[in-house]
């Protein structure tokens, strides 16, 4: 097994912007997210898109959490829904999609990622999107390419291992994920891994502890979306967010504990300004 590490010579740049560009080429990030009592991951999320050049970014939410929303990133269009049928109208406008953030485990939850699930785009899925999913594999079957990003307790659930035997195994554990539910996999965690159903795999070796808070995996799931939805492949996505998250993290790192999640936004842009200018 060859490791690749993820540095300067390989990590893959956004292509700069056109002059006449306009947000319809920068693709409509729709995130299914923020069930009942989680609207923050589904926000932040919402934002990491938005600030990492998406076009346009729809946050699907539950209703009680729309007016927060807005109040906080009007930039961002937010719907209440809690039903697939609520969801299925949403979905012919997204090339990209990020499912699970916050979104709870419920009958309602289920069904709307299953509606989600037959989208033909790629789907980036996180958080209880991977819950629901190592409950019933047979039933969530993506219509389109699909990005898992995983914690190890999460990875734990989808191999039916321990988050343990994850950890004393994270390279076999994020490759055997990506042959066994054909995506590409970001097993998160210190020393991220990145691994595609062909084998490749590769590391980020930066971040830092400060990021042990919540919402910080919340924000790499929004910083995906948005590299997808501005054209790149799943795996340059995967690598670029991933890098610029970890990079970020180290930026903060000087200010000790509290750092929040996002408090990411401000260098994960600056850095991405230095490596692949607009
Ligand atoms: N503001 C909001 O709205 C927020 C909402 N959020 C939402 O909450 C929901 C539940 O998600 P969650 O991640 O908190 O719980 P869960 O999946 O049970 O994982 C915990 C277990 O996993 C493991 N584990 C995790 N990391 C590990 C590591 N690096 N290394 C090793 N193990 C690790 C660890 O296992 P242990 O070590 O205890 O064996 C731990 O017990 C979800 O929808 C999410 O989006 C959050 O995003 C927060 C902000
Ligand atoms: N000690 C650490 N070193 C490096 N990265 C970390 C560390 N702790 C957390 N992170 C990063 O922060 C993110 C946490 O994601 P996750 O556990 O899904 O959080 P949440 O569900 O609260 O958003 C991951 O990208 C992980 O790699």
Redesign the pocket.
């Known amino acids: 097994m060859t490791t690749i590490e993820l540095n300067e010579e390989n990590l893959p740049r956004l292509a700069p912007r056109p002059c006449d560009c306009h947000k319809g080429q920068l693709g409509h990030a729709v995130i299914v997210a923020g069930g009942a009592g989680m609207g923050g991951?589904g926000l932040?999320a919402a934002q990491a898109c938005l600030r990492l050049g998406a076009g346009l970014v729809s946050l699907l939410t539950h209703p009680d959490h729309v007016a927060a929303s807005l109040a906080r990133q009007p930039e961002v269009m937010v719907h209440g829904v809690t039903t697939a049928a609520g969801l299925q109208p949403l979905l012919p406008q997204a090339t990209v999609l990020l499912l699970g953030?916050g979104l709870g485990q419920t009958g309602q939850a289920a069904d709307m990622l299953e509606a989600a699930a037959g989208s033909p785009v790629v789907q980036v899925w996180?958080?209880d999107a991977l819950n629901l999913l190592a409950l019933q594999p047979e039933r969530f079957i993506a219509a389109g390419p699909r990005i898992l990003?995983?914690?190890p307790?999460?990875a734990a659930r989808l191999l039916g291992w321990s988050a343990g035997e994850v950890q004393a195994q994270r390279e076999q554990a994020a490759l055997q994920l990506a042959r066994q539910y054909q995506s590409v996999v970001?097993l998160?965690?210190?020393?991220?891994l990145i691994a595609d159903p062909g084998g490749q795999l590769l590391v980020c070796r930066?971040?830092?502890?400060?990021?042990?808070?919540?919402?910080?995996?919340?924000?790499?799931?929004g910083v995906i979306t948005a590299f997808v939805a501005q054209g790149m492949s799943s795996v340059d996505a995967a690598c670029l967010a991933?890098w610029l998250?970890?990079r970020a993290?180290e930026r903060l790192a000087a200010q000790g504990r509290g750092v929040i999640?996002s408090d990411l936004l401000t260098p994960m842009r600056a850095l991405l300004e230095a490596w692949s200018p607009v």
């Open positions: 991951a932040l953030p996180d958080a990003t995983p914690h307790g999460e970001v998160k965690g210190h020393g991220s930066h971040g830092h502890p400060v990021m042990a808070g919540p919402g910080f995996g919340d924000v790499l799931g991933v998250h970890a993290g999640a």
